[in-house]
RNA sequence: GGGCGCUUAGCUCAGUUGGUAGAGCACUUGCUCGACAAGCAAGGGGUCACUGGUUCAAGUCCAGUAGCGCCCACCA
């Protein structure tokens, strides 16, 4: 047992101070590795399965936000508390090298200073984001240790490193040389602005008010016309058909004959195919092979020319004719006048759809042909149903696994090449007609790398392993492979934690961790997700700066309600400031009291416990099984609030006061026997505190370390202390009845005085009145209830009496009385007598009710009838006492 | 077009096998009694969205309705 340092707990308490100290200590030794736990393993538990997690990497594009902080949180939280489980842990941090995100903020900071990435060049340019993420990284970094997380640093990855990207590049090839990857040219989601081809998910659908342009085709060889709809009438100048429903009986007769596109005067014939719903519009639809995806498949049926008028940027090109140049937006308007001007305009609706965009920029996504590579996806999915259908992999909240499936059986091939410079470049090599798909550039002369780079997420998709240094058969893989958990977001369901489901799957043969946890996705007060781009999230470090690490940290969790989204409130975060405060005033209490006695020595039978200690104790046993519960299911909102309350309104409200009487100045003392009680008060109230301080520890690890250090303790650190076990022996119904009767009896009293305008320091006479065995159990409970109450006389009316004129309640089977002759309002007493009465009686007739049914009384189980009879016999005989107290008053 | 979630105190939200409705904030009243005013004590405030069903018993289970929100989908 090491002793507390008395000095410690200066007043008031500064968080900032605090905070300061510990990160330092736990990481010189060695607490967040592997390993670094120096808690005895609880018995009966395999101590060599390693707890296993990976941090999301985040961006380098900036700074966190609170949903971050969340997660961190989260993370840390259940990581602190497998770690003083007996666990060896790891937690594995990193960042990613976010493709997209990061080169256009880079750009912007270019264009800002009036460079451009096409002047610099790629080599250059690359540089630029490299010395980007060591800035940004840094801060990062910084809020992160800020917070108190506690993984091991010392395997740090970054998505771009040597050896991960290694990895990376080795999937590719792996994945081309099982042909599940391969290159071609179809329509793909393309950003005019980014100028890349993104993925499906990288799509935004926003509902749009737009319009249904009805266009008529002439017919050639005829005076009649076709007319199509259309909400982008600018692709005509791509259309090589018009399609029509081969059902469809009113255009039978078209089928096979030639249309002349307006404006371009191009001849295109009309076809028959099954993709046309003959309901939709006219029925006749135009055919854009180029710069659509359904009508790429029906140009494919139809062996029709694919028409690009468009370059990258969404310009017009020579396809284009007469609108070469125009924007695509400019293009729109301008093809719709002339085509007005013209007569080919049949009219235009209004119409809503959604029209997909660039979820980086906001840009409106062009469907665009163009070369690209695709990862053959259906193969890779089936493995990750089978883990999840089977249980290898389980969501919390469990709901999540239908999402899952749901769009992992509806998979499509996965777009992979970005045409940006930042990222793993595409190892496959060009020279002529060879393409060669190596690591390494091929031997011989006259070989050119594809430009272009891989989508994130083919990266990020291997983190449960390559972070291990996979390929590489390390010892790490072997040992930390699968993960334990993994927490995120649920918003990168797809994205990510799916692709990971499925990487685990193909390269290491089994689900990359059998448990994921998503977290709330915190929005701000309209209900908007907190992200950098709209910059609506408060500053992490502004607010760890205002409240505390510990505070922001418990807060969080604190509210996060499994499953749920959070609106953020910064006022929120007082809950927890204002809790750390008041645990660093409940251990500094303690400390003061404690007196020069080496607790350690002291053995729990040597002591002769009182029923509020054998009450907190209970209740202590009952929080310590009740957090530890919902931390193994994931429900850390109700953790903490368990915590919470228990620290607070049992621990510090009732449990504290109880002991304050029993541990005066040593002049004070006046025999052994009070000696021993004050030792034992001693004990117990240090004992528990030492146990919150351990249960605080994941969600505080700041503060319950240095209140732990102050205190007497055993062990060198908290963050390695031992998780409390919930002691059977500990748990004791008899004393938690009784003190709920003290509490009860107190309230009762307090109330009174209260309602009688008594002022709270002033002592009253109180007396008593019921059954024999209450009395006797008042008369043993006296010692705490006098103090609490405020009592100075406390008169047990054995023979049934009652003051003349009193204020009084009723408390399980007693009478409390008030004889304050001359003190109190009688009109008030009455009053509120009359208003007690009132409530009783619903009650009563509920309860009557419900015990005059027949089915109730054969069908509910046994205990809840019995329950219902004694709450009946309680509430007459309540009722009863209050009628007899106005009675009483009636006269006075 | 499918799927999911939410609707509980003035506000923001908890409520884990059905068994007397909870928290924080806000509000009222009173407290510088030797940890804490970032606090203590006492209190007011709710037909748990609506309708129907299952059940002895429904905030909790089932079906439907309404409003709000989210996700997915090749809505020319």
């Known amino acids: ?104 903020v880079v750009e912007k900071k270019l264009r800002a200073e009036g460079r451009a990435r096409h002047q610099i060049g790629r080599d250059a340019f690359v540089k630029e984001v490299w010395a980007w993420k060591e800035q940004y990284g840094g801060l990062i970094f910084r809020q992160e240790r800020r917070v108190g997380i506690s993984p091991d640093w010392s395997r740090e990855r970054f998505t771009l490193d040597p050896a991960y990207s290694e990895a990376v590049l080795g999937v590719f090839k792996t994945l081309y040389d099982k042909g599940l990857i391969y290159r071609g040219r179809y329509i793909v989601n393309w950003c005019p602005r980014c100028r890349t081809a993104l993925s499906d998910e990288e799509v935004d659908r926003v509902e749009t008010q737009g319009h249904l342009w009805y266009v008529r085709y002439p017919i050639k060889d005829s005076d009649r016309s076709v007319t199509v709809a259309t909400t982008r009438p600018e692709t005509m100048l791509g259309d090589t058909a018009i399609a029509v429903s081969p059902k469809d009986t009113r255009y039978t007769k078209l089928i096979g004959r030639t249309a002349v596109v307006p404006l371009a005067r191009r001849e295109i014939p009309i076809v028959a195919d099954i993709m046309v719903d003959p309901k939709f519009g006219t029925g006749a639809v135009k055919i854009t092979p180029a710069h659509d995806a359904n009508d790429f498949q029906t140009g494919l049926r139809h062996d029709l020319p694919q028409i690009v008028i468009m370059d990258e940027g969404g310009v017009m090109n020579d396809a284009a004719g007469d609108f070469r140049g125009l924007d695509r937006f400019e293009a729109r308007k301008r093809i719709v006048a002339a ?142 492979y699968p993960n334990s958990l993994m927490v995120t977001g649920s918003d990168i369901i797809f994205f990510w934690v799916a692709r990971m489901i499925m990487a685990g799957c193909e390269f290491m043969g089994e689900a990359p961790f059998p448990h994921v946890m998503f977290t709330s996705i915190v929005r701000d007060a309209q209900g908007r997700k907190m992200s950098k781009s709209l910059g609506n999230s408060p500053d992490p470090l502004e607010m760890m700066e205002r409240y505390g690490a510990d505070a922001v940290r418990f807060t969080m969790v604190y509210l996060t309600p499994a499953g749920q989204d959070l609106l953020f409130d910064e006022k929120r975060l007082e809950t927890g400031k204002f809790f750390a405060n008041k645990m660093w005033n409940a251990a500094k209490l303690v400390q003061m009291r404690l007196g020069d006695e080496d607790l350690g020595k002291v053995k729990e039978s040597a002591l002769t416990l009182t029923l509020a200690d ?104 908290l963050a390695t202390a031992a998780w409390p076990r919930s002691r059977k022996a500990w748990v004791d119904a008899a004393a938690e009845r009784e003190i709920g009767f003290v509490q009860e009896l107190v309230i009762a009293v307090r109330n009174l005085r209260a309602e009688n305008n008594i002022p709270p320091g002033k002592r009253v006479p109180v007396s008593v009145r019921g059954p024999a065995e209450t009395l006797d159990a008042v008369e043993r409970l006296a010692s705490q209830i006098v103090p609490l109450a405020r009592i100075d006389v406390l008169t047990l009316a054995r023979d049934g009496s009652r003051p003349a004129v009193a204020a009084s309640a009723v408390v399980g089977r007693a009478e409390v009385f008030l004889p304050l002759e001359g003190l109190i309002d009688l009109d008030e007493e009455r009053a509120r007598l009359a208003k007690e009465a009132d409530k009783l009686l619903g009650d009563l007739e509920g309860a009557r009710k419900k015990l005059r049914n027949v089915d109730f009384l054969n069908k509910a189980r046994p205990e809840i009838v019995e329950k219902e009879r004694t709450r009946l016999a309680q509430l007459e005989e309540t009722l009863e006492k209050l009628k007899r107290a106005q009675a009483a008053l009636l006269g006075a």
């Not at 999301?56 to 497998?82: A, F, K």
């Not at 319950?704 to 062990?715: F, N, R």
Request: charged fraction near 25%; proline fraction near 7%; include cysteine.
């Open 339 to 480: 085509l007005e001007d013209a007569g080919y305009l049949e009219k235009v609706e209004p119409h809503t759809h959604s029209v997909g965009h660039c979820s980086r920029c906001g840009t409106v996504i062009e469907p665009y042909l163009s070369l690209q590579w695709f990862v053959k996806m259906a193969p890779l999915a089936a493995a990750g149903i089978e883990a999840a259908k089977k249980g290898k992999v389980k969501f919390f909240p469990s709901r999540w696994k239908k999402v899952y499936l749901n769009w992992m059986e509806n998979i499509r091939d996965w777009c992979i090449s970005r045409q940006l410079w930042w990222g793993h470049r595409i190892p496959v090599w060009y020279r002529g007609e060879e393409m060669v798909v190596s690591l390494t550039a091929p031997e011989g002369d006259g070989w050119r790398q594809d430009e272009d780079v891989l989508d994130t997420w083919f990266s990020s998709w291997l983190w449960p392993f390559a972070t291990l240094g996979w390929p590489e058969k390390t010892s790490d893989v072997e040992r930390y």
């Open 614 to 717: 054998r009450w907190i104790l209970s209740r202590y046993a009952n929080a310590v099984k009740d957090i530890t519960r919902n931390l193994k299911t994931y429900r850390l909102n109700e953790a903490a609030n368990a915590l919470y309350h228990f620290a607070w309104n049992e621990y510090c409200d009732w449990y504290l006061e109880f002991a304050k009487s029993r541990w005066p100045e040593d002049d004070a003392i006046a025999d052994d026997a009070a000696r021993d009680d004050r030792r034992t008060a001693r004990w117990v109230a240090w004992k528990v505190l030492d146990g919150i301080l351990r249960l605080l520890h994941p969600f505080m690890p700041f503060v319950s370390e240095e209140l732990w250090q102050a205190l007497p303790h055993d062990g060198e650190l």
């Open 1 to 104: 047992m090491r002793p507390g340092n008395p000095e410690a707990l200066q007043q008031p308490y500064d968080p900032a101070r605090v905070e300061a100290r510990w990160y330092a200590v736990w990481e010189e030794r060695g607490v967040f590795k592997p390993g670094g736990s120096d808690a005895p393993a609880p018995s009966g538990k395999a101590t060599t399965r390693p707890f296993v997690i990976t941090m999301p990497p985040p961006n380098v594009t900036g700074s966190l936000t609170m949903g971050h902080l969340l997660g961190e949180s989260v993370r840390d939280c259940i990581v602190r508390w497998q770690r003083m489980d007996g666990r060896e842990t790891l937690y594995l941090p990193g960042m990613d090298h976010a493709g997209i995100a990061t080169h256009n």
